[in-house]
């Protein structure tokens, strides 16, 4: 078993050393970037009244396959999610930045999402369905089901809240800075990355406590169907008092977190072994 674990490791590391992991890396960053974008563009739309609809990343995907030669365009997102997933898969198991526990785990769980989203694209320009069949009230019913059902629901619940909660540690310390390589910027893009960082991530924060609270609501009440995803966080959003201005402060921070990302896409410091 041993022996086997260290072959395993052994070629996850000889993947990790081709230079294409890097350059897919990027390339995911990149995809992440424009969904993200794309979700920020279209509820900023809503929350102004100018079109739009609040969305979370699959509906994102939808938009671009609708654009013209957008299958060809969806394929090369598709690409980037793919390789996002593959580097967020070998920091899980390799662990080169040396993160921990708690960041080997946030890498999987970053790895099974963007699989997903992956996924989702390739039926989009296959034609296979809308990818919308796992919907969160479809996953929340399903792990409702089993032997205590309504606490694991919570437990979700109560995890994501604490994500969204990192995700404001993150904006008002900006940790995120410690990822980047910051002596290759000059101070005018260290300030745009700065901002641009601490608004996307609050404005995630924000989004992540509000799902991780309808998902409490859920194991609370035993109804699946109070729990929210990420379009239907955003909805709630612009359902409170002084709703739209709400939505709409969130939708900007989420095109900055979109803008954000593409900025890593470029100055990330990516180690993959």
């Known amino acids: 078993m041993k022996q086997n674990t260290r072959n395993l490791e052994q070629k996850a590391r000889q993947v990790a050393a081709d230079p294409w992991v890097e350059?897919?890396?990027?390339?995911?960053?990149?995809?992440?970037?424009?969904?993200?974008?794309?979700?920020?563009?279209l509820a900023a739309q809503a929350a102004f009244g100018t079109g739009g609809k609040t969305t979370d990343?699959?509906?994102a995907l939808q938009t671009i396959v609708t654009q013209?030669?957008?299958?060809?365009?969806?394929?090369?997102?598709?690409?980037?999610?793919?390789?996002?997933?593959?580097w967020r898969f070998l920091q899980a198991f390799l662990d080169p930045e040396d993160k921990g526990i708690f960041g080997r785990l946030g890498s999987f769980i970053a790895g099974i999402i963007?699989?997903?989203?992956a996924l989702t694209a390739v039926k989009l320009i296959i034609g296979s369905g809308s990818g919308n069949?796992?919907?969160?009230?479809?996953?929340?019913?399903?792990?409702?089901?089993?032997?205590?059902?309504?606490?694991?629901?919570?437990?979700?619940?109560?995890?994501?809240i604490g994500f969204g909660f990192y995700e404001f540690y993150k904006a008002f310390t900006a940790k995120f800075r410690e990822d980047l390589k910051w002596q290759?910027?000059?101070?005018?893009?260290?300030?745009f990355a700065t901002n641009l960082g601490r608004f996307g991530y609050f404005a995630r924060g924000v989004v992540f406590v509000v799902i991780g609270f309808f998902l409490i609501q859920a194991a609370r009440f035993s109804n699946p169907n109070q729990a929210r995803g990420?379009?239907?966080?955003?909805?709630?959003?612009?359902?409170?008092?002084?709703?739209?201005?709400?939505?709409?402060?969130?939708?900007?921070?989420?095109?900055?977190?979109?803008i954000y990302t593409f900025v890593e896409a470029k100055y990330r410091r990516i180690k993959t072994a």
């Open 23 to 41: 350059k897919l890396a990027r390339l995911g960053l990149i995809a992440k970037g424009i969904v993200y974008s794309i979700v920020g563009v």
């Open 57 to 59: 990343t699959a509906g």
């Open 68 to 86: 013209p030669f957008g299958k060809f365009l969806l394929a090369l997102v598709a690409v980037g999610l793919l390789g996002y997933m593959l």
């Open 114 to 117: 963007y699989a997903g989203l």
């Open 133 to 160: 069949s796992n919907s969160t009230e479809d996953w929340t019913a399903r792990l409702m089901s089993q032997p205590f059902g309504q606490w694991l629901v919570g437990i979700v619940g109560a995890f994501i």
């Open 184 to 191: 290759q910027m000059n101070h005018h893009q260290r300030n």
């Open 230 to 258: 990420f379009g239907e966080a955003l909805a709630a959003l612009a359902g409170q008092p002084y709703g739209p201005w709400i939505l709409g402060l969130v939708a900007i921070g989420l095109l900055a977190y979109g």
